[in-house]
């Protein structure tokens, strides 16, 4: 079912005339009621009256996370916080917090591409839907509450945590949809396992899993040991939390609604746009948000995007699943690597898991030394000394091929890493850089 169909199978030209009609009024209203966005306008000598259409994107200035933290709480508000109904703030991990705030319109809009991703992912009407998701200042519990209203779903809002409770809830109430993080997910398998209860056995059918990078390899690995479709769903506080772009069952990159989050590609360095298909960094502009709206706003996820049309029938753009983020990029000795690469490795090898943590640490003779800390299957673990030697060695083997670097692996039990209930830690950075 598609949630909203004369929008999501509209055809590319009228997408783009009504693309165009939404960023010629957004550019007005910005440069009238936020003084930042004035200011950064008139920095580089543009006028509202110079935007013509969606083409003209490029004009505009860009908008950054710096920009948000600098001007913390208010600056980027284009309307006064007695329009708000309600704000939200992630934490971050350096300076201000991010804050963000929503009219009683843009949770509409929230519900409304929430429903859009729901659908997306599979969902029906008469479904009911356990939302895993932190409830609170982080935005996955409520987004997914309000897309789930919107289309009159039937709600278990449990949170996340109480795991054995997640599970007794789900054989209690038999929901088809389940919404978390994959590696809470991920997580759950072990916890029915320890209940006595076949994890393939679940009612779960449909998992919305998302707001945290996650492998193909780990897809696969989830969708084997629940038995469900698990579909990937993305969103950031800043352009409204959940609802941004979900995959649908054909799995060939996550529906953008380009309709209200206008997306485009850029090289990081340059800033310049980058051919369709080529990896970059996402930028989204937010064409009908009242409270803080966000013109090409650098998400730092890097994706790359197609317009070729899907088996499904949306005419959306698609986002490839997020590579990585042009910040959590970790350098070592000069070379990039990305937690994304070390996780395709590790799930190519048999035994091994997505419960990994990378260690950087730079001890006395100051070169960056990176131990990769992989759980392995408890017979690999309690089996002879020679096999488990073989796994480190066959895992170093592989990840030093795709890095350049040279990289050591510590095989540990199941469930020495520690466990999140959201977003999983996978990076120990222990450098005082
Ligand atoms: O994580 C919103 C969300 C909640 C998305 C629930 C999906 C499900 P933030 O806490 O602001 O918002 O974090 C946003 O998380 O810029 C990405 O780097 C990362 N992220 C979100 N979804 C995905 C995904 C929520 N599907 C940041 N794959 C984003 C990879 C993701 N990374």
Not at 40 to 56: A, N
Not at 371 to 383: A, H, L, P
């Amino acid at each position: 079912m598609i949630w909203n169909e004369p929008i999501e199978t509209m055809p590319p030209e009228d997408l783009k005339n009504l693309q165009s009609e939404r960023l010629v009024s957004l550019v007005r209203y910005v440069y009238e009621r936020c003084p930042l966005y004035k200011k950064k306008f008139d920095e580089i000598g543009v006028l509202p009256s110079d935007i013509k259409g969606i083409e003209d994107i490029t004009q505009l200035p860009f908008t950054t996370k710096m920009d948000m933290r600098d001007s913390y709480p208010w600056g980027l508000f284009s309307r006064p916080r007695t329009d708000l109904v309600e704000i939200h703030v992630s934490s971050g991990t350096t300076g201000n917090p991010t804050l963000v705030g929503y009219t009683r319109d843009d949770i509409r809009l929230w519900g409304e591409v929430m429903a859009r991703a729901l659908c997306c992912a599979g969902a029906e009407r008469d479904d009911t839907i356990q939302i895993a998701y932190g409830y609170g200042l982080f935005t996955g519990g409520l987004g997914f509450h309000y897309g789930a209203m919107e289309m009159g779903l039937t709600i278990i809002p449990i949170s996340s945590g109480q795991t054995k409770r997640q599970i007794k809830i789900m054989q209690d109430i038999q929901p088809r949809i389940l919404a978390c993080t994959p590696s809470y997910c991920l997580y759950m398998v072990d916890a029915a396992k320890e209940m006595g209860i076949d994890p393939r056995s679940s009612s779960w059918q449909i998992a919305v899993l998302g707001a945290e990078p996650w492998s193909e390899a780990m897809c696969h690995e989830i969708e084997q040991a629940w038995d469900l479709l698990a579909t990937d769903i993305y969103g950031l506080s800043e352009i409204c939390g959940p609802g941004v772009a979900q995959e649908c069952p054909y799995k060939s990159g996550l529906h953008l609604c380009s309709d209200v989050f206008y997306p485009e590609v850029i090289d990081p360095e340059t800033g310049r746009p980058v051919p369709e298909g080529q990896d970059g960094e996402l930028v989204i502009t937010t064409l009908t948000k009242q409270g803080v709206p966000m013109i090409r706003y650098r998400t730092r996820d890097i994706v790359s995007m197609t317009h070729e049309p899907c088996r499904c029938g949306r005419t959306s753009p698609r986002t490839s699943k997020i590579k990585g983020r042009t910040d959590d990029m970790i350098v070592v000795r000069g070379i990039n690597v990305f937690p994304s690469q070390i996780e395709h490795v590790l799930l190519g090898i048999e035994g091994t898991h997505p419960h990994y943590q990378i260690v950087i640490d730079r001890k006395e003779h100051k070169l960056d030394e990176v131990e990769i800390v992989v759980e392995v299957d408890e017979t690999i673990f309690s089996d002879e000394i020679k096999r488990m030697h073989a796994i480190e060695q066959k895992i170093k083997k592989e990840i030093e091929s795709v890095l350049s670097i040279g990289v050591n692996v510590r095989l540990v039990e199941p469930k020495t890493i520690a466990r999140s209930e959201g977003k999983a830690q996978r990076v120990i950075d222990k450098r005082q850089l």
